[in-house]
């Protein structure tokens, strides 16, 4: 449906001679082997941009007009005559393209662009005079690339906002098209950002790969496998010796494995306990290895204080080297709270508190307006994303 659009647009125009018809017919063959090629409906356009393939249709109707103008004012034998290409009629392939779109809202920055155009094009008869408004504009190449914008900025929106590995290919993108004023601006910014994510985007995926292994240690070893089992056990004095050795051994091996991890971490990114602790990210890595915003901050905001319990045990008593008996025997700073994740009903409830708690983030809003239907981008009446976001 969408190719099907620019041809229609191409064929509206009614060219003739055989060598334009020609180049009609090639570029009708080399869109439908690329739109063959696209497997995902929402990701057309982006690529269409990115490939040329836009520049060549545009270029191609300009062509189109430009002999259709010669032909006429050639058999005419005028001369000083006005175009014959009005700049309505060259926008006619814009207004075809624009059809095909506005129904998206969440291509409104695209939109926007094209809107523009129409504007420009209601208030000039001359071609000439039309064209040099719209180079002045840049809007030709703005199609492309507030398109591309709106596109990339919804994907990052959809993103949990807390995910630095996953996020930052996103970002630097929408800050590479922000930047871009023609199509060689943006291949250049692409080459250099190709060669960016490869070097930062496994460093970051590295940071929290081994902060959720740490993580793991000091679950076992102040979890219900390790002393949290053993309080409980000296509490209820119901103490099996099999199962108050296999939790000791439990807090030995655990806190040797923690105490390798943080020092890996700290040789290899630097980072020190206290510096995950203070970054919003890495500490609920601590406590879940999956999407912090949905499953850690519901947990942290269900009234568990998993996360001082942790920090209080890596200080006092994996830290320091005091032995596994005044390991146990000692006394938390911090009193327990909850240790397993919400489940059941405390999901929803878990839920909730987190949505109030964290309901300005574009993550939220985003989520919300996806389940109510209302999803508009750019409108001043729904989602709004700043396109140069913090990384």
Request: aromatic share 10%.
């Amino acid at each position: 449906m969408m190719v099907q659009g620019y041809f229609d647009s191409l064929d509206s125009m009614h060219a003739s001679g055989a060598s334009i018809l020609k180049e009609i017919e090639d570029y009708k063959r080399e869109l439908t082997a690329f739109a063959e090629g696209q497997n995902d409906a929402a990701s057309f356009f982006p690529k269409f941009q990115e490939s040329g393939m836009m520049g060549k249709f545009m270029d191609l109707s300009a062509k189109i007009a430009l002999a259709a103008q010669a032909e006429t004012a050639a058999a005419s034998g005028e001369k000083n005559r006005k175009p014959l290409a009005t700049p309505s009629e060259w926008l006619e392939p814009f207004r075809t393209a624009y059809e095909t779109i506005k129904d998206y809202p969440i291509r409104e920055r695209g939109l926007s662009v094209y809107r523009r155009l129409f504007e420009i094009g209601e208030k000039h008869s001359d071609i000439t005079e039309f064209l040099l408004e719209v180079e002045k504009e840049n809007l030709l190449w703005k199609i492309s690339s507030e398109d591309t914008l709106g596109i990339l900025e919804i994907q990052l929106t959809g993103m949990d906002p807390l995910y630095k590995g996953l996020t930052y290919a996103t970002r630097k993108n929408i800050e590479a098209w922000d930047a871009s004023v023609c199509e060689a601006d943006i291949h250049y910014y692409q080459d250099l950002l190709s060669e960016d994510i490869a070097k930062t985007s496994p460093r970051l995926l590295q940071k929290e790969h081994f902060v959720s292994c740490l993580g793991a240690h000091l679950m076992v070893y102040r979890g219900p496998n390790g002393k949290e089992g053993i309080m409980e056990m000296i509490a209820t004095g119901n103490c099996p010796r099999h199962k108050f050795l296999g939790n000791a051994s439990n807090m030995v091996v655990a806190k040797l494995q923690a105490r390798r991890m943080m020092d890996i971490i700290h040789k290899n990114l630097g980072l020190r306990f206290e510096d995950i602790m203070a970054d919003e990210y890495l500490r609920f890595k601590l406590i879940s290895s999956s999407n912090v915003y949905a499953l850690s901050k519901a947990y942290v905001e269900s009234n568990s204080n998993l996360l001082d319990i942790l920090a209080d045990a890596f200080y006092h008593e994996i830290l320091p080297d005091i032995s596994l008996s005044d390991a146990i025997k000692r006394e938390t700073d911090v009193q327990f709270g909850r240790w397993r994740m919400p489940q059941g009903r405390e999901v929803e409830r878990a839920g909730d508190l987190a949505r109030k708690a964290f309901r300005d983030l574009p993550y939220s809003r985003y989520e919300d307006q996806l389940q109510g239907g209302s999803i508009r981008v750019g409108t001043g009446d729904g989602f709004e994303i700043n396109l140069r976001p913090s990384v």
